[in-house]
Nanobody, 114 residues
């Protein structure tokens, strides 16, 4: 399974961004897909996850400005982020569960700055 995320880039504070992550390869049995983010020197943190059936879990601190969605037919998971803040600057990574294996994308850098 390979995961390819869309490009992040620079966003002004208060702006919005929609990231996508498409899975390819042996994807017919992918279960949960999720988004994480990581700031240098800090632990990777979960943003949200979504099952094939659409059940969603948000990390408590991520509720409100983050929205995860998924297109099972396209094997793609999306992350909508609104009201971006400088502290949202991070490497955003997606993952996918296939059986007992977790696959990770390389991540996409989002920089929130004026």
């Amino acid at each position: 399974v390979q995961l390819q995320a869309s490009r992040g880039g620079f966003v002004q504070p208060g702006g919005s961004l929609r990231l996508s992550c498409e899975a390819s390869g042996s994807i017919s049995s992918i279960g949960v897909m999720g988004w994480f983010r990581q700031v240098p020197g800090k632990q990777r943190e979960l943003i949200a996850s979504i099952t094939r059936g659409g059940e969603i879990y948000y990390a408590y601190s991520m509720k409100g400005r983050f929205t995860i969605s998924r297109d099972v037919a396209k094997s793609t998971v999306y992350l909508q982020v609104n009201s971006l803040k400088p502290e949202d600057t991070a490497l955003y990574l997606c993952n996918a569960q296939l059986g007992i294996t977790i696959y990770w994308g390389q991540g996409t850098l989002v920089t929130v700055s004026s």
